[in-house]
Each structure stands twice: as structure tokens, then as C-alpha cells.
């Protein structure tokens, strides 16, 4: 029996992916929980993420030339980078100061809420029209996540406003993306999207720390582990690797049955990680209505992008997505921004993971994929 040497790879880098962002988020919630390594700083963890992945971002684009830098003018770097690193900064700083108050279970289940205020602030941004199929399916999560948000014992309505704050902040950080970086023709690969974005979120970030934290830090009694922090900085840059990897390999219905597959993984894990942190009942059944509607909304946005899909993906693609030192780490849109629409999947289309800053703008389509497996990296 001959073993399918691809497809084997395929469910080994999904397998990775998975255990990676579920890992990541129950590490980040372990190491500010003031119940085990008590390091309840989160824009400080947030800051030592950054400033890491801008590191090695810089080693890679700049000393051992992975992949060559883009002509960033600073006009771009102003409009583009600038706000959307605002944003990106904002989402991992409230995202992380959740954990502080709400478990991760519970975190996951109001994640359910991304597509939903994507796709607000996709109509807001004049990227996507109203629509009343969607606007069902948003209605439909959101009265899942309430029924789950009633369910929970130990409901905190300052972690669950972080928590949703953050989720409004990453969904327009990817309408940014999609509105200011495609319309300028530049898609950004993992390694490129850090090397811009990390240094400047690290700026954005410093702000609020030196207000907030600063001050407690001088005076309470913190521990600082050298290899805890640089293996938790070191999965969160891993995570992004993987993604790559990912959607080098499979298209978009594989990653978001990868992505709620993952979900369910994450809440089993936490209450088994963190013993604390009770399910309910009702928590189940509201996140449960909250997933049927993000499923059908999935299935009206794959559809819409099969229907908008041209009969040929350039062959530029597969080259674009090779890590060469060349300026094919660079693709070029076809000029079809709309949501769901071209041979890219838009921003409202996916599950995104919290270290990821320009990445869910790279997914490719179906067609991308097939082309794409005899030469994928």
C-alpha cells in the first residue's frame, strides 16, 4: 500500500499548528495566572513576544537573507504599517489581559464573536455589503455566545469586555490589512510581517506599559525566568512558522475544520490544565449554537469564493510562496479586494491566532493549493 507521502505531510504540519496555538494560549495563560507562575503583566509578556520576533525577524531578513526586505516607503510604512501595528498591539494586549479574569475556555467560546465583528467592521470599511443570509449567521453566534456568557460560573464582565475588546481590535486590524496593504498591491509573508510589524506594536505597546505596569513592577516581588520567557516567546514565533506551513498545503475549508477542530481541543485541554475552570451544561450548548453559525457562515464564504474564483491562479503563486531570497516573497493581488472574492481568502474568512500579524490576508484558495503542492517548499 502505497503511502501518500503529501497528504501524510499535510496532516503532520496541521497537527502542529494545532498543538502549537493550543499551546501557546495555555502557556500565556499559566504564565500570568497569579494560581501558577504569577507573572500578571500581560503587556510586558506581550512586549518580551514582540521584541523577540522582531529579533529574529531582523537576523533572518537582514543577516542570513532568508527572504529580501520590500521598498517600504515611508508613505506606506505611515498609512499601512503604522495603524495596523496600532491595532495588532491592541488585540494581543487586551486578548492576554483576559487571562487574568476569565478562563480559556471561556476565552475560546467568546472567540466566537471574530467572525461576526469582522464582519462589521468589513461593512463598516466598505470591504463587504449586508447581506441577510450573513446577518442570520452573526445572529445566530451571537445568541450562542450569550447563552454560553449566562452559562458561566465564573462569569467576570472586566475579562469578558477585554477579552471582546481585543476581538474588535483584531477584526479591524485584518480589514486594515486588507484595505490598506491590498490595494497597494503588497501581501507580506510571516517572516516579512514581523520584521514590519513586531518593532512597531513593541512601540505602541510601550505606552500603556510604562503607565500601568511599570509602576507595579518597581514594587512588587516579580520573578523573572530566564527559559520560561524565551520558550514562551519561542512558541509564539513557532506558531507562525506553522501557519505558513499550513496554508502552503491546504485551502480553506481544511483550515477552518483544522481551526473549530482545534477550539474543541483547547477547552477539553484547559479544564484538564487548569482544573479551575468549570464547564457548564449551558456553556456547552450556547457554544455549540454559536458554532453552527460560524460553520454555515463558513460554508456562504467558501462558497462565495469558489463562485469568485478565476479558471487559472497566475503562475507566480506557487513561487510566491517559497521562502527565496527574491522579489517573489511579495504577491501581487489580482485587484479583486472584495471579501471572498480573488485567488486569496479575505480577512473575515478565518480563525486567526494571536500572534499572527499579517497572516490571514495569505491564505490561498483551492486552486492556489493544487497548483501549489508539486512545489511547496
Known amino acids: 500500500m502505497m503511502v501518500n507521502k503529501p497528504l501524510v505531510l499535510t496532516y503532520l504540519y496541521l497537527l502542529i499548528y494545532i498543538l502549537l496555538s493550543s499551546g501557546v494560549i495555555l502557556y500565556n495563560k499559566w504564565v500570568l495566572s497569579p494560581k501558577y507562575f504569577n507573572f500578571p503583566f500581560p503587556i510586558t509578556l506581550t512586549m518580551i513576544h514582540m521584541g523577540f520576533s522582531g529579533v529574529v525577524a531582523f537576523l533572518l531578513v537582514r543577516v542570513f537573507k532568508v527572504v529580501t526586505p520590500i521598498k517600504m516607503s515611508f508613505e506606506i510604512y505611515a498609512t499601512c504599517v503604522i495603524p495596523i501595528s496600532a491595532f495588532f498591539a491592541a488585540s494581543l494586549w487586551f486578548g492576554n489581559t483576559a487571562y487574568l479574569y476569565i478562563s480559556v475556555a471561556f476565552i475560546q467560546m467568546l472567540k466566537a464573536l471574530m467572525p461576526v465583528a469582522t464582519f462589521l467592521m468589513a461593512v463598516m470599511c466598505g470591504t463587504d455589503k449586508p447581506r441577510c443570509d450573513v446577518f442570520l449567521n452573526m445572529l445566530l453566534v451571537s445568541v450562542g455566545v450569550v447563552v454560553s456568557s449566562y452559562g458561566e460560573i465564573h462569569f ?18 485584518l480589514v486594515l490589512t486588507q484595505v490598506l496593504l491590498q490595494k497597494k498591491g503588497l501581501t507580506l509573508n510571516p517572516i516579512t510581517s514581523l520584521y514590519y510589524i513586531a518593532p512597531c506594536s513593541f512601540v505602541f505597546l510601550f505606552v500603556p506599559w510604562y503607565l500601568l505596569e511599570k509602576p507595579i513592577m518597581e514594587v512588587s516581588q516579580i520573578q523573572f525566568n530566564f527559559w520560561i520567557f524565551f520558550s514562551n516567546a519561542l512558541c509564539a514565533l513557532a506558531l507562525n512558522f506553522s501557519i505558513f506551513l499550513v496554508i502552503g498545503r491546504t485551502g480553506a475549508v481544511t483550515i477552518r475544520v483544522a481551526g473549530v477542530l482545534k477550539d474543541w481541543i483547547l477547552i477539553a485541554l484547559s479544564t484538564v490544565v487548569f482544573p479551575e475552570s468549570t464547564i457548564t451544561g449551558l456553556n456547552i450548548i450556547g457554544y455549540a449554537i454559536a458554532l453552527c453559525g460560524v460553520v454555515m457562515y463558513n460554508y456562504i464564504k467558501v462558497k462565495d469564493g469558489r463562485a469568485a474564483q478565476p479558471e487559472t491562479i497566475p503562475e507566480r503563486t506557487a513561487k510566491d510562496w517559497k521562502l527565496e531570497k527574491k522579489s517573489s516573497d511579495i504577491f501581487i493581488p489580482s485587484g479583486n479586494n472584495d471579501v471572498g472574492g480573488g485567488g486569496n481568502i479575505s480577512a473575515s474568512d478565518l480563525n486567526v491566532d494571536e500572534e499572527a500579524p499579517l497572516i490571514p490576508s495569505l491564505r490561498l484558495s483551492h486552486i492556489g493549493r493544487t497548483q501549489l503542492s508539486n512545489h511547496a517548499v
Do not use: K
Open 156 to 173: 467576570n464582565i472586566v475579562g469578558t469586555l477585554y477579552q471582546v475588546t481585543g476581538i474588535f481590535a483584531e477584526a479591524l486590524r
